[in-house]
């Protein structure tokens, strides 16, 4: 069942905001200078934030990553030839020290091993998860009910 069905089997309306949330973690070694820039190359989190806002409910309703990457100019060289996504990814990967598009946190064991975890959110309408049930798959999703705050893995 997909997470707008099971929502709706609350009873929420589709006016209520639920709250997606991404997260990923890898080891490090940080001790190197750049090990956040390695782990998040080798991660997928700035695929999956660029598949979230350049596709489905948070593309077509905005959201607030992609207006700050508009309003910063950052797509001024987009040459508009069908590799939109492609183009963010970059950007992202290019400008993300910048911004703070991507959150994270390292967690360090010792003098030198550690594990980082990266993760960006995004609050939306439950009827925007109708539109595409599957496009946030393994991501969470949290929403306030009267008996608390629920959360969901979609």
């Known amino acids: ?46 695929e999956n934030l660029a598949q979230a806002i350049t596709e489905g409910s948070l593309y077509t309703n905005g959201n607030p990553v992609l207006d700050e990457i508009r309003d910063e100019g950052l797509l ?35 003098h030198k091993r550690g594990h980082t975890v990266f993760s960006f959110d995004f609050n939306v309408k439950l009827s925007d998860l109708q539109e595409n049930p599957h496009a946030f798959s393994g991501w969470t999703a949290e929403v306030l009910t009267d008996d608390g705050v629920l959360s969901l893995e979609v």
Do not use: P, Q
């Open 76 to 110: 001024d060289d987009y040459e508009r030839d069908g590799s939109f996504h492609e183009y963010i990814v970059e950007v992202i990967g290019e400008n993300h020290w910048d911004y703070d598009w991507i959150e994270y946190h390292t967690e360090r064991y010792d």
């Open 1 to 46: 069942m997909s997470v707008y069905k099971r929502l709706k089997a609350l009873g929420l309306e589709d006016s209520s905001e639920v709250n997606l949330a991404y997260e990923e973690g890898c080891d490090v070694l940080h001790y190197t200078d750049d090990f956040i820039g390695d782990a998040l190359s080798n991660s997928s989190v700035i």
